[in-house]
C-alpha cells in the first residue's frame, strides 16, 4: 500500500517510454526505428482516432532518438492550445533557434491537434517547416489527415494509426490491473473495451474510475461511466424532449460553464448517451436525433458558436419529441 | 431679458428627488456614495450606466453629485486620445480626498465610445484609473455589452447598472412640469406624439418641446405634427429585434440589422437569447434556429476563409431568415434580454479560469489538450474523488493541483481542506524520510549496492511511517 503516496493517474503511467514497449502499430515502429538507425529523420504526420497511440510513439520515438533526457530536445505544441499561428511560430522560433551539441543534430518539434489550425495557419506551418529544416524536425499529429493540407501531406512521411485491437487493449488491461493489485472480472474488461471503442487512453481512464470503488465488475464499469458523464447531458436531453426548450437551454448552459465543456463536446456525448439501453426511444429516434447531431457537429467543426449550434439542436429535439408525442397518442 | 439657458440645462435634476423613475439605480448608488462618504474605498470602485440614449445616465451623475454636494469632474470618453487629458483624470482620481474631506465623483462620458482598435491605449488607461482611483467613478455608456468595454465590463471593481427605458408617464411627468414652469399651454395629445416620435428619450423629448414653445408659446399636437422631423438614429438592442422579429417585410428586418447599434457577432447572441421568448411555437422556434445557425456557420466560414463577402449571406439569414419564421405567428409585445452567456461567462470568470488552469496543468502532464483534460480527464479525478477520497487527493498533488482547484475540479467545498492536508501530511513525511534516510544510511551502505539500497531502504521507512 506504500504505493499509494505514488498514486497518479495511470494513462501516464502506463504510457510506454520507448518504442520497444509500443505493442501496437507495429509497422509504423518499424519504420520509425529505422530512421533513428540511419539518423535520417523527416518531417512526420501521425493520423489517427484518439487513443490509437500518436503521442505516446511521438514521445517514445524521441526518447530512443535523444535518451532519456530527450525532453530537452523536443517542443511540445498543442495547436487547439496555442492562440494561433503567430503564437507557434513565436515558440517555434525561439526553441529553434539554438543549435544542440550532440549526435543528433536536429531538435523536434511536436505539434499535436495539428488539424485544428486553419488552412491559411497550415500554410504559414508549411513555411515553417521549410524554415527550420536545418535544425529541426516536425512530428504533426492529427485526427483528421485530409484536414492537413496537400502540400504538408506531401512534405511529411504520412504514418496512419487504427484503433487498437480487442486482445490488445484486454491484455494491457490486465497488466495495469496485476500491476496495480486490482481484482477484477473478465467480463469488465470487455466492457470497458467496448465502451472505449479502441481508444486505449480511455480504456485505462475506465479501468482506474472503477478500481477506484474496489473490484472491477460490470456493474462498477458502467456507474463511473454513468458518473463521469456529467447528468446533465441526459437531463437536457429529457427537458428538450419533454418540450421544455428553455429548461434544457438552461442546462446547456450549466454544462458549458460549470463542467467547461466545449460544444464539440456536448454533441459527442449527446450522441453517446441517447443509444445507451436505458434511454427511453425508439430506434427510429435514436437514428434521427444521431442524423442530426451530425449535421450540428459538422457545424460546429466548420466554426460554428458553441451555444449557438447547440440551441439549434435543442429546438430541433423539442420538435421531434412534440411529433413524437403526437404520433404516440395517435396509434393509442 | 436674461440669456437664454436652453432647457436641457435648466431643468437639469438638482438632487435626486427631482430625477424621476430609476428607483433602484438611485437607491443603489446613493448607498454606494454614502460608503464613499465614511472615508473608505468600496470594492466596487466604480459604476457603468448604461441605457439607451437621453434616458438620463449624466442626469443621474449630475443629480447625485447634486443630492450629496460633491464636485464633479467629468471627462468625455473621446478625450481619453489625449494623453495629457488622462493623466489629468487619472491624477484627480488618484488623490484622496479633496479640502473639505469629501470624494469627487468622476464622471466619464460615453466610454463605448472609444473605438476598440484605435483607441486600445484609452481602454487602458480607464481600467488603470479604475484600479488607482480614491474617488467613486461614473461610466456612462448607450451599449454596455460593446465588444471594446469587455475587459471594462468583467472587472471586479466595476458594477454594471442598467437604466431602463423611460416610460410614457415619466416623460409626461416631466415635460408638464417644464410647461408649467415656463407658463406655456401643452396639449397632452401633443406630448404623447412627442414622446412617440422620440421612443423613450427625454433629452430629444425636451429639445423638441423647447423647440416649439419657444416660438410658439404652446405646444399643440397640430404644432408637433407639422413641425417635428423624425430622427434618424441608431437601433439600440430592443429597437432592433423588434424590428427583425416584427418586420412585415424581409427588408425591414436586413436594414434594422444594419442600422443597429450591434455589431454582427452580438446581434448573433441577442436573437440566439430572445428566439425562444418571442416565438413560442417549436417548430417556429426550431426553424428560428436553424437560420441563426446557418447564419452562424457562413460567419465561422468568414473568419476562416477571410471571405468577408460571405456576410451578406450570413446577414439575410439572421435577419429575413428568422423574422420571415416570426411571421407565422401572432407576435406579443415582451421585454427582451441580454444575451444570458456573456453575463455568466462574466459572473463565473474567476472559477472557470481555476478550472482552465487546473486543465492546463493536467495537460501538460498528460500530454494533452486542455480540452481532452476538461472533457477526459476532469471527469477522471471527479469519479474517484466520490469514490475514494484519498485517490484522488494524492492524484490532484502529483499534478500539483492547487486546493482552489481542487474545489472547482471537484465541485465540492471540502476537497480543498483534504488537499490541504494531505500536502501538509506529504511534507511532514518528506522531513521525517530525510531524517530516517541519514539515520539508516550507515548501516545499508555496508551490504548493498549503493544506488539500489537507497531506494529500498527509503520505501521501507515509509511504511514503518505510514502505519
Known amino acids: 500500500m506504500s504505493t499509494e503516496l505514488e498514486y497518479v493517474l495511470w494513462a501516464e503511467k502506463y504510457r510506454p517510454k520507448s518504442l520497444d514497449e509500443v505493442v501496437n502499430q507495429a509497422e509504423t515502429v518499424q519504420r520509425l526505428k529505422k530512421f533513428i538507425q540511419d539518423g535520417n529523420v523527416p518531417h512526420m504526420l501521425f493520423a489517427g482516432p484518439p487513443g490509437t497511440g500518436k503521442t505516446t510513439v511521438a514521445l517514445a520515438f524521441a526518447h530512443d532518438l535523444y535518451g532519456p533526457d530527450y525532453q530537452r530536445y523536443i517542443l511540445e505544441l498543442n495547436a487547439s492550445d496555442e492562440r494561433g499561428i503567430d503564437v507557434i511560430r513565436t515558440k517555434v522560433k525561439e526553441f529553434a533557434r539554438t543549435m544542440i551539441v550532440g549526435k543528433v543534430p536536429f531538435k523536434l518539434i511536436i505539434l499535436d491537434e495539428a488539424d485544428n489550425l486553419t488552412a491559411d495557419a497550415q500554410q504559414a506551418l508549411r513555411r515553417m517547416m521549410e524554415l527550420f529544416t536545418p535544425t529541426s524536425r516536425f512530428i504533426l499529429i492529427a485526427n483528421y489527415p485530409s484536414k492537413i493540407i496537400e502540400p504538408i501531406q506531401s512534405r511529411t512521411a504520412v504514418f496512419r494509426f487504427t484503433p487498437l485491437k480487442k486482445e490488445d487493449v484486454i491484455s494491457r488491461l490486465k497488466y495495469i490491473a496485476k500491476n496495480e493489485g486490482v481484482e477484477y472480472d473478465e467480463k469488465a474488461l470487455e466492457a470497458i473495451f467496448d465502451i472505449s471503442e479502441g481508444d486505449m487512453r480511455k480504456a485505462i481512464n475506465i479501468l482506474q474510475a472503477a478500481a477506484a470503488g474496489g473490484e472491477v465488475t460490470v456493474e462498477q464499469v458502467y456507474k463511473v461511466v454513468g458518473l463521469a458523464h456529467p447528468r446533465e447531458i441526459r437531463e437536457m436531453i429529457k427537458l428538450a424532449l419533454n418540450g421544455d426548450f428553455l429548461k434544457a437551454r438552461d442546462k446547456l448552459r450549466k454544462l458549458m460553464i460549470d463542467y467547461g465543456l466545449s460544444g464539440l463536446d456536448v454533441i459527442k456525448q449527446v450522441h453517446s448517451e441517447i443509444f445507451k439501453s436505458d434511454m427511453d426511444l425508439s430506434e427510429e429516434a435514436k437514428v434521427l436525433i444521431a442524423d442530426y447531431a451530425g449535421e450540428i457537429q459538422f457545424r460546429l467543426v466548420e466554426g460554428g458558436d458553441d451555444e449557438i449550434q447547440l440551441n439549434a439542436f435543442l429546438a430541433w429535439l423539442t420538435l421531434l419529441g412534440k411529433k413524437m408525442s403526437i404520433q404516440a397518442q395517435a396509434t393509442r | ?467
Not at chain 2, 290 to 318: F, M, P, Q, T
Open chain 2, 1 to 467: 431679458m436674461s440669456i437664454a439657458v436652453p432647457w436641457i440645462i435648466k431643468y437639469r435634476p438638482k438632487n435626486l428627488s427631482q430625477y424621476v423613475n430609476q428607483e433602484e439605480a438611485k437607491a443603489f448608488l446613493s448607498a454606494w456614495i454614502k460608503e464613499w462618504l465614511r472615508g473608505g474605498t468600496p470594492s466596487k470602485k466604480a459604476v457603468l450606466l448604461h441605457g439607451p440614449p437621453g434616458v438620463g445616465k449624466t442626469a443621474l451623475a449630475e443629480a447625485l453629485a447634486g443630492e450629496f454636494g460633491l464636485q464633479i469632474v467629468e471627462m468625455n470618453a473621446s478625450d481619453f486620445r489625449r494623453k495629457s487629458d488622462i493623466e489629468k483624470v487619472a491624477m484627480i482620481a488618484s488623490k484622496a480626498r479633496s479640502f473639505d474631506g469629501k470624494p469627487k465623483i468622476v464622471l466619464l462620458d460615453e466610454v463605448d465610445g472609444l473605438s476598440g482598435k484605435e483607441d486600445l491605449g484609452g481602454v487602458e488607461a480607464i481600467i488603470d484609473v479604475i484600479k488607482n482611483t480614491k474617488n467613486p467613478i461614473i461610466m456612462t455608456a448607450n451599449n454596455a455589452y460593446a465588444n471594446q468595454l469587455r475587459t471594462i465590463r468583467t472587472m471586479n471593481e466595476v458594477v454594471l447598472i442598467e437604466l431602463k427605458e423611460l416610460h410614457q408617464k415619466d416623460v409626461l411627468e416631466v415635460l408638464r412640469r417644464i410647461c408649467e414652469a415656463e407658463k406655456i399651454f401643452c396639449d397632452d395629445k401633443a406630448l404623447k406624439t412627442i414622446h412617440e416620435r422620440n421612443k423613450g428619450d427625454l433629452r430629444s423629448c425636451i429639445n423638441d418641446l423647447e423647440s416649439i414653445g419657444r416660438t410658439y408659446g404652446k405646444v399643440t399636437l397640430d404644432l408637433v405634427e407639422k413641425l417635428l422631423p423624425y430622427r434618424d438614429r441608431e437601433l439600440d438592442p430592443f429597437e432592433t429585434l423588434r424590428s427583425i422579429f416584427f418586420a412585415k417585410y424581409t427588408w425591414q428586418a436586413k436594414s434594422a440589422a444594419m442600422h443597429s447599434q450591434l455589431d454582427f457577432d452580438t446581434l448573433l447572441q441577442w436573437i440566439n437569447e430572445n428566439i425562444p421568448v418571442q416565438l413560442t411555437e417549436p417548430e417556429n422556434i426550431y426553424q428560428a434556429y436553424e437560420a441563426l445557425s446557418r447564419a452562424d456557420v457562413h460567419k465561422g466560414r468568414i473568419i476562416k476563409s477571410g471571405s468577408w463577402d460571405l456576410l451578406s449571406y450570413a446577414n439575410d439569414l439572421s435577419t429575413a431568415g428568422v423574422s420571415l419564421v416570426a411571421k407565422k405567428e401572432k407576435l406579443k409585445w415582451i421585454k427582451y434580454s441580454f444575451p444570458a452567456m456573456i453575463k455568466m461567462l462574466a459572473e463565473t470568470k474567476a472559477s472557470r479560469e481555476k478550472l482552465l488552469s487546473a486543465a492546463e496543468k493536467i495537460a501538460r502532464n498528460v500530454h494533452v489538450s486542455r480540452r481532452t483534460a476538461l472533457a477526459e480527464f476532469i471527469p477522471l479525478i471527479r469519479v474517484i474523488y466520490r469514490l475514494d477520497r484519498n485517490k484522488a487527493a494524492y492524484i490532484m498533488k502529483s499534478l500539483n493541483i492547487s486546493p482552489d482547484e481542487a474545489v472547482v475540479i471537484t465541485g465540492e467545498q471540502e476537497a480543498r481542506e483534504l488537499l490541504e492536508k494531505k500536502l501538509s501530511e506529504l511534507a511532514a513525511l518528506a522531513k521525517k524520510r530525510e531524517k530516517t534516510e541519514k539515520t539508516s544510511k550507515p548501516e545499508s551502505k555496508g551490504y548493498k549496492p549503493a544506488g539500489q539500497s537507497r531506494e529500498s531502504s527509503s520505501k521501507h521507512s515509509r511504511q514503518r511511517t505510514l502505519f
